[in-house]
């Protein structure tokens, strides 16, 4: 019988803490949540692996689904700099693993999810592990949830060729936005601080991820 404690205790301590993570809330968190729980049976035995993890398969118009690696995740929401008051909004919340995660440090989640398969999953895991300052929202990755705009933070839990206006407008006056931007051969993980008007950009680290659907440049024609 696999002893997910233990592989818990060995992700944090051989793969995350070793990432220059250093807000301990966040260690706490990925000790406490049972990532085993946001994925089907027959995964849970490399759930704890130091990579990327299938968690959908493709169905109807809905694309395959992933789960980032424990370290970049973890990562990106220590870039957020979360206070215990802030008001978060995930954009891809998948299985809702990080939306666990970052509930345990920030005041309420706004998980966002286009797939509403993977949104009823995300809804009924949450519930099962006592999750209770979760809203889970469906519809358009890219357009955000404006109507519980502003937010302390947005993590964009996947990665993406660009991050659109709309979801940086959705920031609260010193807000902060991470994600991991790509342009399809290197990924680099990025912040984003809202200051008034203008938002002040800088590059992280090098990282890859899995890519988020619904972020799709558009084709730009030449006459």
């Not at 966040?26 to 049972?34: C, F, G, K, N, S």
Request: hydrophobic share 50%; net charge negative.
């Amino acid at each position: 019988m696999i002893d997910f404690a233990l592989q818990r205790k060995n992700m944090v301590e051989g793969q995350v803490q070793p990432s220059d993570i250093t807000d301990r809330r966040i260690l706490r968190a990925m000790l406490e949540v049972p990532r085993e729980r946001f994925v089907a049976p027959e995964k849970r035995a490399t759930v704890y692996a130091d990579e990327v993890l299938a968690v959908a398969s493709p169905h109807g118009s809905a694309p395959a689904r992933y789960m980032m690696a424990p370290r970049i995740l973890a990562k990106l929401i220590q870039a957020l700099e979360l206070g215990d008051g802030d008001v978060v909004l995930e954009v891809g919340a998948g299985t809702g693993y990080g939306t666990a995660v970052v509930a345990k440090i920030a005041r309420w989640v706004i998980a966002l999810e286009a797939d509403a398969a993977l949104a009823e999953q995300a809804s009924a895991t949450l519930s099962s592990l006592g999750v209770t300052n979760v809203t889970l929202a469906t519809g358009e990755l890219a357009a955000g949830v404006p109507s519980e705009a502003p937010y302390d933070a947005i993590l964009i839990n996947g990665a993406v060729p660009d991050v659109p206006a709309a979801l940086l407008d959705q920031l609260k006056d010193g807000g902060r936005l991470t994600a991991v931007v790509t342009d399809g051969a290197i990924g680099r993980a990025m912040q984003w601080r809202r200051l008034g008007g203008t938002f002040d950009a800088r590059a992280l680290f090098d990282a890859g991820a899995p890519r988020l659907p619904g972020f799709e440049r558009k084709p730009v024609f030449v006459f």
